[in-house]
């Protein structure tokens, strides 16, 4: 018996030394049933609070943000948003995009790397790489034979002033119709065979460094080549490096991840959305970074919806509520200098200007760019067309038309000289709503997105465990 009380006391204690052995991880609060650990809050709490952040948080302050986050991550559960095939498809995307890299393991890319370097080698047929250069005089398949013989003349002209002495790469930029390579004084760059015309490759792999060619003709034109330098391929080890820069800058890691799943999927029997579900699920098991990077994904795009549906979209659409709210809140929206609401034309002529002032008159402002677009710039651009608020001293056309001040000369387009303003002055503020739009929008939906808040919190129960709130960053 006493054998027996002391195994029972050993697996006792060594239960409880595993125990204390692994990260404690306490909750910091219940969100409609569901428990946040420390280490997710603390993901999300350190993420947005890193040193460049101009508006740090406390805990506190921002466990009162995560709180209201995660309430509209529940309204967009409940309202079964992660059902949809289109939220699906966007977060699986994203997700992904951090899965399919972590599924290829080193000695796979290694072999990929090694792949690409002998498919290099295989493309050289044992020759060296080539370093040529050229002037090229471009004739076309329907020229003409006065106009072939006119290319002839010309390249003649400029081999003869090379035999004179005169420097390569001067009379490549200065001559050359192959724009692309002339600015760099005729160097094509490193080249390896099938990569140029037959013919002109024919030539350089005949050639020794610094030796020029006789003019050249090829299907597109005539040439003068210059073999500046040629090498065999670099050792693999020195390669290995920017073949991996290479890979990483194409995607070429993740083309390898798809090719994979696409593999394991087929011996699996199963879609590629499953073996990637699967994949996720256990690598984020492994990483607790991966993991909450995920959920962060997940909740990220739920939020967004929930509120496009709910408040952002049904806000901007309520014109007879934004035009109340503007109303109720006018003196916020007081300007500091005079506007100018309404649109800057410069138009081709004065008679344009006049006839585009006369059918702007008196129709709704918000047509002004239709109107301007359909009846005078369908055929060719007859009117420039800027319609918006202008803050005194923003622009000087408008500070001389509407507000008399000028300030030297106003500089004018030569195509487009005539210069008009129709629209009206707003000296202590916007008049209308639609003269503040986006900001007025802005701050009618953050007024019904604390709304939509406040409901939640009545919705939904939320519970704070204070006490494991004050060890965050502190264990």
Same mark, same amino acid.
């Given at each position: 018996?006493?054998?027996?009380?002391?195994?029972?006391?050993?697996?006792?204690?060594?239960?409880?030394?595993?125990?204390?052995?692994?990260?404690?991880?306490?909750?910091?609060?219940?969100?409609?049933?569901?428990?946040?650990?420390?280490?997710?809050?603390?993901?999300?709490?350190?993420?947005?609070?890193?040193?460049?952040?101009?508006?740090?948080?406390?805990?506190?302050?921002?466990?009162?943000?995560?709180?209201?986050?995660? %309430?509209?991550?529940?309204?967009?559960?409940?309202?079964?948003?992660?059902?949809?095939?289109?939220?699906?498809? /966007?977060?699986?995307?994203?997700?992904?995009?951090?899965?399919?890299?972590?599924?290829?393991?080193? /000695?796979?890319?290694?072999?990929?790397?090694?792949?690409?370097? =002998?498919?290099?080698?295989?493309?050289?047929?044992?020759? =060296?790489?080539?370093?040529?250069?050229?002037?090229?005089?471009?004739?076309?398949?329907?020229?003409?034979?006065? =106009?072939?013989?006119?290319?002839?003349?010309?390249?003649?002209?400029?081999?003869?002033?090379?035999?004179?002495?005169?420097?390569?790469?001067?009379?490549?930029?200065?001559?050359?119709?192959?724009?692309?390579?002339?600015?760099?004084?005729?160097?094509?760059?490193?080249?390896?065979?099938? =990569?140029?015309?037959?013919?002109?490759?024919?030539?350089?792999?005949?050639?020794?460094?610094?030796?020029?060619?006789?003019?050249? %003709?090829?299907?597109?034109?005539?040439?003068?080549?210059?073999?500046?330098?040629?090498?065999?391929?670099?050792?693999?080890?020195?390669?290995?490096? $920017?073949?991996?820069?290479?890979?990483?800058?194409?995607?070429?890691?993740?083309?390898?991840?798809?090719?994979?799943?696409?593999?394991?999927?087929?011996?699996?029997?199963?879609?590629?959305?499953?073996?990637?579900?699967?994949?996720?699920?256990?690598?984020?098991?492994?990483?607790?970074?991966? $993991?909450?990077?995920?959920?962060?994904?997940?909740?990220?795009?739920?939020?967004?919806?929930?509120?496009?549906?709910?408040?952002?979209?049904?806000?901007?659409?309520?014109?007879?509520? %934004?035009?109340?709210?503007?109303?109720?809140?006018?003196?916020?929206?007081?300007?500091?200098?005079?506007?100018?609401?309404?649109?800057?034309?410069?138009?081709?002529?004065?008679?344009?200007?006049?006839?585009?002032?006369?059918?702007?008159?008196?129709?709704?402002?918000?047509?002004?760019?239709?109107?301007?677009?359909?009846?005078? &710039?369908?055929?060719?651009?007859?009117?420039?067309?800027?319609?918006?608020?202008?803050?005194?001293? /923003?622009?000087?056309?408008?500070?001389?038309?509407?507000?008399?001040?000028?300030?030297?000369?106003?500089?004018?387009?030569?195509?487009?000289?005539?210069?008009?303003?129709?629209?009206?002055?707003?000296?202590?503020?916007?008049?209308?709503?639609?003269?503040?739009?986006?900001?007025?929008?802005?701050?009618?939906?953050?007024?019904?997105?604390?709304?939509?808040? &406040?409901?939640?919190?009545?919705?939904?129960?939320?519970? %704070?465990?204070?006490? &494991?709130?004050?060890?965050?960053?502190?264990?």
């Amino acid at each position: 018996m006493k054998r027996i009380t002391s195994f029972l006391a050993l697996i006792v204690y060594l239960s409880s030394t595993t125990i204390q052995a692994q990260e404690y991880d306490p909750f910091v609060m219940r969100i409609n049933g569901k428990n946040v650990t420390r280490s997710e809050f603390e993901y999300n709490y350190n993420k947005n609070n890193t040193e460049g952040v101009i508006d740090k948080k406390t805990v506190m302050e921002y466990a009162d943000l995560f709180i209201n986050y995660k %309430l509209k991550v529940e309204a967009a559960l409940d309202a079964k948003l992660d059902t949809l095939s289109s939220y699906q498809q /966007e977060f699986r995307t994203y997700r992904d995009q951090q899965i399919r890299p972590l599924l290829v393991s080193p /000695e796979a890319e290694e072999a990929e790397v090694q792949k690409y370097y =002998q498919q290099m080698l295989d493309q050289l047929e044992g020759k =060296q790489l080539l370093q040529p250069a050229h002037i090229f005089v471009h004739v076309t398949q329907q020229a003409t034979p006065e =106009q072939q013989a006119a290319a002839k003349a010309r390249i003649d002209s400029i081999y003869a002033v090379l035999q004179g002495g005169a420097d390569f790469s001067q009379v490549a930029t200065q001559s050359s119709d192959d724009h692309s390579t002339a600015q760099r004084g005729g160097i094509i760059g490193w080249i390896g065979p099938k =990569q140029l015309l037959s013919e002109i490759e024919d030539k350089l792999y005949t050639m020794e460094v610094g030796e020029m060619s006789e003019p050249l %003709l090829s299907t597109v034109g005539w040439h003068v080549l210059k073999l500046m330098d040629k090498k065999p391929l670099e050792p693999y080890d020195t390669l290995a490096p $920017r073949i991996r820069q290479f890979f990483e800058q194409r995607g070429m890691k993740d083309k390898i991840a798809s090719t994979l799943v696409e593999d394991m999927a087929a011996s699996a029997g199963c879609t590629v959305d499953e073996i990637m579900d699967k994949e996720a699920e256990r690598l984020a098991a492994e990483d607790d970074e991966l $993991r909450y990077l995920i959920q962060e994904y997940h909740d990220g795009l739920l939020l967004y919806e929930i509120c496009q549906r709910n408040v952002w979209e049904p806000a901007a659409k309520d014109t007879a509520a %934004l035009e109340l709210f503007f109303k109720l809140n006018k003196k916020a929206y007081a300007y500091e200098k005079p506007h100018y609401s309404g649109a800057l034309l410069q138009a081709t002529s004065p008679a344009v200007l006049k006839e585009v002032m006369k059918t702007l008159k008196g129709t709704d402002e918000s047509l002004w760019a239709g109107i301007v677009k359909s009846t005078f &710039n369908k055929d060719s651009v007859q009117v420039r067309f800027e319609r918006r608020n202008f803050e005194q001293g /923003e622009n000087a056309m408008v500070d001389s038309l509407a507000f008399g001040i000028k300030k030297g000369k106003t500089r004018l387009s030569q195509k487009y000289p005539a210069v008009g303003l129709i629209g009206r002055k707003l000296k202590k503020g916007p008049q209308y709503w639609t003269d503040a739009s986006a900001q007025v929008i802005s701050d009618y939906q953050a007024l019904k997105e604390q709304e939509f808040v &406040n409901e939640l919190r009545r919705r939904y129960r939320v519970v %704070l465990y204070k006490e &494991n709130l004050d060890t965050v960053n502190k264990h």
